[in-house]
């Protein structure tokens, strides 16, 4: 489970695919401070399990600066599944991807619950900026518009936004300085897909009131 609250801006140093699936290698000294093989974390909202971790050595060999020994990247395999599902598929080296690591039972619930199972992908349609934030409009899947409400929360690349503006096909975040500086959202334009998680509270209670009408 996570919180939507990015840690990190992550860089894709490279991608192998193979057979349908793909394994990807992620540069990060942030996430990768505690984090081992089996662990998950989610990357641009998708839930990915660390299968290695890429240590930092000698000055100079490419890898972020760090004591030599120390994590400095991860790699993690992404199914089929996963890459029709979400927009990891379209990632390429150089990509900036926004990391978190799961939350820890006990401490702050910053965004809301995000569980890294992304409901679909979305096309960012437009950015306004304003005086002192930016307003991102993003196409809204007729299969999820239901469980998405002005002022509720939706995941956007594994973001916790809350929604400003809602329309029959769309909705619309306001972003504040801080987070357009830490995630990809500060340099995502229309046209780029991003993925979506709407609340699960949301489909739980579509569920117990017998689903959507």
């Known amino acids: ?44 909202g998708v839930c990915l399990t660390v299968t290695g971790l890429v240590l930092s050595r000698a000055a100079g060999d490419g890898t972020p600066p760090g004591p030599p020994g120390a994590p400095c990247g991860f790699t993690a395999d992404v199914t089929g599944e ?19 690591r799961p939350a820890r039972l006990g401490g702050r619930l910053g965004g809301h619950l995000v569980q890294g199972h992304v409901d679909g992908t979305a096309t960012i349609v437009s950015r ?11 196409c809204l899947p007729p299969g999820l518009a239901r469980y998405v409400v002005h002022k509720g929360s939706v995941a956007v690349d594994g973001i916790s936004l809350t929604v400003s503006g809602i329309g029959e096909d769309w909705f619309e975040v306001s ?3 801080e987070t357009l500086k830490r ?4 340099v995502k334009q229309p046209g780029d897909v991003v993925n979506l998680e709407v609340d699960v509270i949301a ?11």
């Open 1 to 44: 489970m996570f919180t939507g609250i990015v840690e990190d801006l992550g860089e894709v140093e490279a991608i192998e695919h193979a057979g349908g699936s793909a394994r990807i290698l992620i540069r990060s000294t942030t996430v990768t401070q505690d984090t081992s093989p089996g662990d998950s974390i989610a990357v641009n």
């Open 82 to 100: 996963t890459l029709s599902r979400s927009s990891l598929a379209g990632l390429a080296p150089g990509a900036k991807v926004n990391l978190e």
């Open 128 to 138: 306004e900026p304003r005086e002192r934030w930016e307003v991102v409009r993003v």
């Open 175 to 177: 972003l504040i300085p």
């Open 183 to 186: 995630t990809t959202l500060g």
């Open 203 to 213: 489909k739980y209670v579509e569920k117990l009131t017998g689903g959507a009408r």
